[in-house]
Every structure is written in structure tokens, then in C-alpha cells.
């Protein structure tokens, strides 16, 4: 019999509950029952002056020209629908309180009820949440708010033709990944784009990861001295900011001006049977493409080096002298000893430098701008996909709804790539 009156207590506070703050009130907490009644309260005075209008404006986005702006009511809609979900989140949890506060109170437990005892309750077992809070809300409006905006252009056809408030922006669907698949202008400038991305992030990370573990392997040996002044020249191209670099090095491999053609090869020349031609570095596609290759292989390296070389330090030397006089000559000491310790704690690290060459804007654009020549589609020669949005979206003839939608073909790729590399290498499971 108790416990049908306990069930018919709860049921009835959770039908009070259906309000926020009255299931709180029927438990006896009223200062918790005022704050969710108030925050319900809130959230319905804005919605009625003007977070209804954002919603039906996100349908909608406007329906008449130079009155109606569709960005604005695109982006604000967008805000809204993030303000409701976590309006109705906060609803869940005002049912389950209510509910968890009923079965405690018909069990006789003590319940908080007073100001005093709930703010004290909150700051004692809800520590850690009030701590992560703002954390949450942070990321919340300036992760997940870009984004959504991003995903919902993406279905829209805004582009040079359709630029508010003089012109509206229209829902088109999945019309922008139907012509970057399909549509045999972009489909191919995506290929090409997409193909260079590719290799051009294989090809120079590869470079980089390389360089740097051969250098820190090599400066790590006993019979090296002066591994001080080694370290500090392996660190240079880390010192200097990139952009400087890049620059710079963009002067260096000038077709005619540049200090490789002007320079180096000439005085490469003046070696017996040695007979170099002048190299088109900025005006041939591919050794642009070689040049920005090797160029991301000397900015890059340094990180690894620094990283690999801690490493290589925490490696116990009884393990090298074992398999010395076990027979293993120097490539199997480093095959089975120091290789497999470098993967096991810089494999995480490794896999980002990937993913942050696949969208790296700044060696692309600074080196050449995206040139050489052209693929169509607004794209350079070597170009990869983050540039190639870069010029959809600052062109004389801007193609936004097509630039996000690339934006999250890329963002896919690198969250799927990243997360079956994450598990196949068990790089988040180093317990063993």
C-alpha cells in the first residue's frame, strides 16, 4: 500500500512538473521551484517577442527583397534553435529532479528545501559542473553555433546571384553536393582539388615526420658531439614565424630572381659533369608543388625533433645493451626498440600533423597563391581544398553555399580519417 502511494505521489508530482518550478513546489523546495519557474518564465516572454519569428524566419528565410535579410534571419534562427534545445534540456532536467526529489522525500531521505541548503548542495556535489559550465556555454557559441550556420548554408543557394537583402536566400537542399559530385564543372576541379590535397598532405608530412625523427635519432647517438649547437640549428625554422618563412622561401625559388636559379645552381654547376638547368619553380605546377613540399618538410620538422628527442631520453639503455648481445645489429635495435616507442606516445601527435597539412591555408596561399595556372572552378593548380574555399568565398564571383559545403566534405574526411587511425593505432589506449 506504501508503495502505491508512493507511486501516486511521484505521478503527481511529475504531472506538476510538466510546469517548471510546480514539481519543485509540491516537493517543498520552493527557492529551487522559483528559479525553474523563473528560467521557464524566461524562456517563454522570448520566445513570444521574438524567438517564435527567429524559428518561423529560419523556415522561411524572408519572403520579400530589401526588407527581408536572409543572412541575418539565417544566423539568428540558428541562435534560437540552440537557445530552445537547451531550453528543452533544461526541461529533462527539471522532470528528473522532481522526480529523484519525490522518490527521496516518500522514502523519508532529507531533501535540501531551504536557499541555504540548495546553494550549498550545488556548490558541494554539482562542483564540478558549475566548473565546466562556462566551458560548455563557450563551446556551445563559438563551436557549435559557427558550425550549424556553416551546415545550414551549405543547403542554401547563396552565392554572388543571390546576396541579401537585395536578393533572398533559398533552401536548395542537397543541390551543392549534387553538383560537387555530379556536376561535371565542379566535379572535376574537385578531383583534381581534392586529389592534390591528398598527396600534397602524404607527401609533406611524411617529409616532416621523417626529418625530424632521423634528425633527433641521429643527434641522440653517443659519438655525436655538440649536440647544443645541433639542437639549436635543428630549432630555427621553428623560431622564425612561418609566414615569415614561407615568404621568404617564395622569393628564394623565384624562377628569375630567386637565389636556387641565380645561386645554388650555378655554383652546383661548377662541379665536374655536373649540368643543372635553370628550374621553373613558381611557373611549372608540379615543381611548385615539390618546392611547397619541401618547403612544409623544413618548417615542420622541428616540432617532431624536439618531441622525438624527450622521447628517445625516457628509453632505458639496458634495452639497447640486451639486444646487443642478443645479436641485433643498429636497424633492428631501431626497428624493434626505439621506433616502437616513438609510435607508442607520439602516435596522436603524428596523426594531427596530417590532418592540420590537409587544411594548411597559409603554405598554399603564401608560397604561390594557389598558382600556377588553373583547374577551373575558381581553383590554382595547387590548391588544395581549405584555399580553394578560401577563393569561393573572396572571388569577384563569391560561391558561399558552395564553399560550406566543401568546408564539411572536408570536416568529415578529417574526423573520419581521425578517428579509424585514433583506433587502429590504439593511440588513446597506451595503458599496456
Not at 655536373?274 to 613558381?282: E, G, L, R, T, Y
Not at 603554405?363 to 581553383?379: D, E, R
Request: hydrophobic share 50%.
Amino acid at each position: 500500500m506504501q508503495q502505491e502511494d508512493t507511486a501516486v505521489n511521484v505521478k503527481g508530482t511529475m504531472l506538476r512538473s510538466i510546469i517548471p518550478g510546480l514539481g519543485q513546489f509540491a516537493n517543498g523546495q520552493v527557492f529551487k521551484g522559483v528559479v525553474f519557474l523563473a528560467l521557464f518564465i524566461g524562456f517563454i516572454i522570448q520566445m513570444v517577442l521574438g524567438g517564435f519569428q527567429s524559428l518561423i524566419g529560419l523556415v522561411t528565410l524572408g519572403s520579400v527583397p530589401m526588407e527581408d535579410h536572409s543572412l541575418f534571419m539565417l544566423i539568428q534562427g540558428t541562435l534560437q534553435l540552440i537557445v530552445t534545445a537547451l531550453f528543452l534540456f533544461f526541461y529533462f532536467i527539471n522532470l528528473v529532479d522532481a522526480k529523484r526529489v519525490a522518490v527521496m522525500r516518500k522514502e523519508g531521505k532529507k531533501i535540501n528545501r531551504t536557499m541555504k541548503e540548495v546553494i550549498h548542495n550545488v556548490g558541494d556535489e554539482g562542483f564540478p559542473y558549475l566548473l565546466t559550465l562556462p566551458a560548455y556555454l563557450l563551446m556551445i557559441f563559438t563551436i557549435i553555433f559557427p558550425v550549424l550556420v556553416t551546415l545550414f548554408t551549405a543547403f542554401t543557394n547563396y552565392d554572388f546571384k543571390h546576396i541579401p537583402p537585395a536578393s533572398l536566400i533559398d533552401w536548395v537542399g542537397a543541390e551543392n553536393f549534387f553538383s560537387i559530385f555530379f556536376l561535371s564543372s565542379y566535379r572535376n576541379t574537385f578531383v583534381a582539388v581534392f586529389s592534390w590535397t591528398v598527396i600534397w598532405t602524404l607527401c609533406a608530412t611524411t617529409l616532416q615526420i621523417t626529418l625530424g625523427v632521423f634528425t633527433a635519432v641521429i643527434a641522440h647517438q653517443k659519438f655525436i658531439k655538440f649536440k647544443r649547437v645541433f639542437g639549436i640549428i635543428f630549432l630555427l625554422p621553428w623560431a622564425v614565424p612561418a609566414f615569415i618563412t614561407i615568404m621568404s622561401f617564395s622569393n628564394i625559388f623565384n624562377d628569375s630572381v630567386g637565389a636556387i636559379n641565380t645561386q645554388v645552381i650555378p655554383f652546383l654547376n661548377n662541379i665536374p659533369f655536373v649540368d643543372i638547368a635553370s628550374v621553373p619553380w613558381k611557373t611549372d605546377p608540379n615543381w611548385t608543388k615539390v618546392a611547397i613540399i619541401l618547403i612544409q618538410g623544413w618548417l615542420g620538422f622541428p616540432y617532431i625533433y624536439v618531441m622525438v628527442t624527450g622521447i628517445l631520453q625516457s628509453i632505458s639503455e639496458d634495452l639497447y645493451e640486451a639486444a646487443k648481445i642478443d645479436g641485433a645489429n643498429a636497424w633492428q635495435r631501431f626497428s624493434s626498440i626505439t621506433l616502437p616507442a616513438i609510435f607508442l606516445v607520439a602516435a596522436p601527435t603524428f596523426i594531427t600533423q596530417y590532418t592540420g597539412n590537409f587544411n594548411n591555408f597559409s603554405m598554399i596561399y603564401l608560397f604561390n597563391n594557389g598558382g600556377p595556372g588553373s583547374v577551373g572552378g575558381g581553383a590554382g593548380s595547387t590548391d588544395i581544398l581549405i584555399s580553394w574555399i578560401y577563393k569561393l568565398t573572396t572571388g569577384t564571383s563569391p560561391q558561399y553555399s558552395m564553399a560550406s559545403a566543401i568546408t564539411l566534405i572536408i570536416s568529415m574526411i578529417v574526423i573520419a580519417v581521425s578517428l579509424l587511425v585514433f583506433k587502429k593505432t590504439n593511440a588513446f589506449k597506451m595503458e599496456d
